[in-house]
Structure formats: structure tokens, C-alpha cells
């Protein structure tokens, strides 16, 4: 059997991992654009702030540790069209333009998705950048270093958006978050937590401007961008703009060839095989199932796409494994602080289409006795069912990691379990660790005393 994969990402890579488990027998052709496989854009603020040293080795594997295995690795191989029914690909050689045609007997896509570049006046100056994949890490890196930089704007403030404002300010520069939402992080958290983050960014020197979009880009002669103006007239020094203003999935070139969902997401069934025979998906530009409420909705996590990957290669001969469904669980840090949130918040059930009610509860790490210097503040927010007591989701956050508790209300969604169940759940107690009742346990509790009122 020849297996082609298309892309080298996090999906690609696990689809590829997956062949050479579950097929061993298989021939593997994997295609990749550029002249790198697998980088993980995931691990870019690393690189940026100097805790990882070479932008090579974030990655998940090396041309020659993948070939050892017996991995066909196409570089600069751009895959530009398929033909389903005869089971080939055509491929474009991105150094000289030349086209050839290669056959396969299953193919995985894993084709993921492009940084959303904001259609305004200037967009072509230069200094605008992007903040996905190796090439522009690189240039990133060569920007903090230079002296003619020295204000930075970074639009949007999901999580790409503070991860770059937060290495570009740590680097010296003085940088303007500008983002359409009414708060930063708006879709991970809610105000409980956004508004202590905004104020510990502010702190840091960094100016944040929400409620407002970019209206345009001014440049100077040499075609650089020096200004930001806002959709509410205000406009700022820029020698730098990074946009994360979201992503779209790569497949205009695969319009009429799958099925694609109106935002251009590739449509697959629950073991990722798309409408054609042979052909699967996995990664950025597809829909995953969202465990709280049962739909499909794109939810673009590494985990996520290995997970995806994975089932693919699974499912190559038949019908076996359904990729599970997931809550959306990520985790990041603003400065010192740490959190981490799944499933559904306060600020997007109206967007899921669900009624929730939720708990907020403060308290240590662990008991108050423990001094300061190992303890800390912790936040935690349940949100729940009101009519069928199930859990819906959580966030936390401290300035000490607590982020592990989220993965276990992100299996207590998938396993539809109650805050019933979770309120006197068996957790381990160690003065030095954790307190007698886990924080989950007291937000649990507080929930049934709010339901059963």
C-alpha cells in the first residue's frame, strides 16, 4: 500500500507516525511545501525569548531520522491538485516550477491553515509580519535585534497575539496590542481572569487598545510601514506589526475536488475520511467534534490535529476508531501567571448555543499555614448545565502551575460527568502539594449549593 501524506505539521506528522505503526508494510510519501518538516509554530515564543536556543530543533523530527525509517520525505514539493479517481497527485517542484504526477493508494491531507492577513490600506508595506511557521520565527528573531525597531504593534490578542507581545516588550520594545474584541483572550477566559492579565500587560509597559480594529497602514518611502490608524481615528508609532488576526484554512485549490463547509473547512466523517474514497483530512482545516455540546466547530490545537492524524492512518482499510471528541483544552502564561481553561465559558455559550451558569471560587494552592514563598493565589472558574448538572468547562490560574487540573475537567466533559460527581471526586492531599479539598472539589461543592437552592 502507498500511503501520500500531504503536509508536516502536527496532523501530517501524526498521520505519518501513524502508517509506520499501524502499517508497517506501507510506502510512505510525505509532501512538504518548504524546505523544513514539522516545525511547531506552537513553540515560537521559546525561540523568541531565548529559552530555546535553535530554531531547528522545534521540530518534531529530521529529514534524516524520518528517512531512517523507511519515509519517502518530498521537500519543496508543492501538492497543487488531485485526481481522485485515478488515485493521483500533482506535484510542483517550488526551486524550478516543474510539475510531475504521482500515484497513491490512500491519501492523508494535512494541509492546515494561513495566518488571515487584514485587507487595508498598506497591507503591502513591509514590516508586517505573521507569527506561524519557521520562516517567519526566524525573521521574528531578527527583528527584536534590530535597533530601527522600536515600537511593535500586534493585532488581535488571542493567544499568538499576547505570546508575541510579550516577547517583543521583554526584548525591549514598546509594543500596542489592538484588538476588535472587548477584552483580551476573550474567547479562552472570562473577565474574572482577563481583566487581572490585562492589568499585569499594562504594568509591563504594554498599551492595549480594544474595541477597535486597524483602518490603515502608513508608510514612509522605503515602503515601511511607520504608523498604525484605528477604525476610531486614533493612530500610533509602528516600526514592527505582527497580525494574529486568526487563520484560514489552505483549500481554495481543493474547491470541487472534497466537499468544503461554507468557511472553505474540509468536510470528513468522525474517522476523517473526506467524501472521496481514500482521501482523509486532519489538522487545521477541518472540523473537530467539541464534546460540550456535540458539534463540529474548528478548533485549531496541536493536540487537536495529532489526534486527527492518528485516526486517519487508523482508518486507512477500514472503519475502525472514531476520533474522540474534544473540549478545547490549551494553556498559556502571561508573565507570571499560568492558566489554562476547556469546554465552555461564560463569554462563548451564546456563540455554542448553550445555557450555562458558572462558580468563581479564589483560594491557595495549598493550606494558608504554607509561607508565601511556596503558595500562591489561585483562581478557578466551573461552568455547568444548570438543568442536567453536567460540566461544561473550566478556567484556572496562579502565579504556580495549576494548569493539570483542567485536564481533568476536559475528560469529565467527554465522560459527561456532573458536578455531583466531581464535588467529592478522590483526590490525593499533601500539605505540600494541594489542599484537603482540591479547588475542584470546592468549586463542585459551591455549585450544588447554587443549584440546589
Request: proline letters at 4%; one cysteine or more; charged letters at 25%.
Amino acid at each position: 500500500m502507498k500511503v501520500a501524506v500531504v503536509g508536516s505539521s502536527h496532523g501530517g506528522f501524526e498521520a505519518v507516525r501513524g502508517v509506520l505503526h499501524d502499517f508497517p508494510d506501507a510506502e510512505i510519501d510525505w509532501y512538504e511545501k518548504g524546505d523544513f518538516i514539522s516545525f511547531l509554530s506552537c513553540g515560537m515564543e521559546l525561540y523568541l525569548q531565548g529559552i530555546v536556543k535553535d530554531v531547528n530543533s522545534v521540530s518534531y523530527a529530521t529529514i534524516p531520522g524520518m528517512e531512517e525509517k523507511g519515509v519517502h520525505v518530498r521537500i519543496n514539493s508543492d501538492v497543487t491538485n488531485i485526481n481522485p479517481k485515478s488515485h493521483t497527485i500533482t506535484v510542483v517542484d517550488v526551486n524550478n516550477g516543474k510539475e510531475k504526477t504521482e500515484n497513491y493508494d490512500k491519501l492523508i491531507l494535512s494541509i492546515g491553515a494561513v495566518p488571515f492577513q487584514l485587507p487595508v490600506p498598506g497591507k503591502d508595506l513591509q514590516n508586517i509580519y505573521a507569527m506561524r511557521g519557521r520562516d517567519w520565527a526566524i525573521l521574528l528573531k531578527e527583528a527584536e535585534v534590530k535597533p530601527d525597531i522600536k515600537n511593535v504593534t500586534v493585532v488581535g490578542s488571542g493567544y499568538i497575539g499576547i505570546e508575541a507581545a510579550e516577547s517583543f516588550a521583554k526584548a525591549g520594545m514598546h509594543v500596542t496590542i489592538i484588538d476588535l474584541n472587548p477584552s483580551i483572550l476573550g474567547t479562552y477566559l472570562d473577565p474574572e481572569f482577563t481583566d487581572i492579565l490585562a492589568d499585569k500587560l499594562k504594568n509591563e509597559g504594554i498599551d492595549i487598545r480594544l474595541d477597535q480594529s486597524v483602518k490603515e497602514y502608513i508608510g514612509n518611502s522605503d515602503k515601511k510601514v511607520t504608523s498604525v490608524v484605528s477604525t476610531n481615528g486614533d493612530s500610533w508609532d509602528a516600526d514592527l506589526v505582527i497580525e494574529t488576526a486568526g487563520i484560514r484554512p489552505a483549500t481554495k485549490w481543493l474547491d470541487g475536488i472534497v466537499d468544503l463547509n461554507e468557511r472553505g473547512l474540509i468536510k470528513t466523517d468522525e474517522y476523517q475520511q473526506t467524501n472521496q474514497t481514500d482521501i482523509f483530512a486532519a489538522g487545521d482545516a477541518t472540523e473537530v467534534e467539541f464534546a460540550p455540546t456535540g458539534k463540529k466547530q474548528q478548533i485549531a490545537l496541536a493536540t487537536n490535529a495529532r489526534r486527527q492524524g492518528r485516526s486517519a492512518a487508523h482508518n486507512l482499510n477500514e472503519k475502525l476508531r472514531k476520533t474522540t471528541a474534544v473540549s478545547g483544552s490549551s494553556a498559556l502564561h502571561v508573565y507570571d501567571y499560568k492558566f489554562a481553561s476547556t469546554g465552555v465559558k461564560d463569554v462563548t455559550a451564546a456563540k455554542c448555543g448553550v445555557k450555562v451558569d458558572s462558580v468563581f471560587v479564589k483560594d491557595t494552592k495549598v493550606p494558608p499555614f504554607v509561607p508565601a514563598d511556596h503558595n500562591a493565589e489561585v483562581y478557578f472558574k466551573l461552568t455547568y448545565n444548570p438543568e442536567n448538572r453536567e460540566i461544561m468547562g473550566a478556567q484556572i490560574m496562579s502565579k504556580m502551575d495549576t494548569t493539570a487540573n483542567i485536564n481533568t475537567i476536559s475528560l469529565a466533559i467527554q465522560q459527561h460527568l456532573t458536578v455531583d460527581d466531581l464535588a467529592y471526586a478522590d483526590f490525593f492531599f499533601q500539605p505540600g502539594f494541594d489542599r484537603p479539598w482540591n479547588i475542584m472539589n470546592v468549586a463542585a461543592q459551591k455549585a450544588q449549593d447554587k443549584l440546589d437552592k
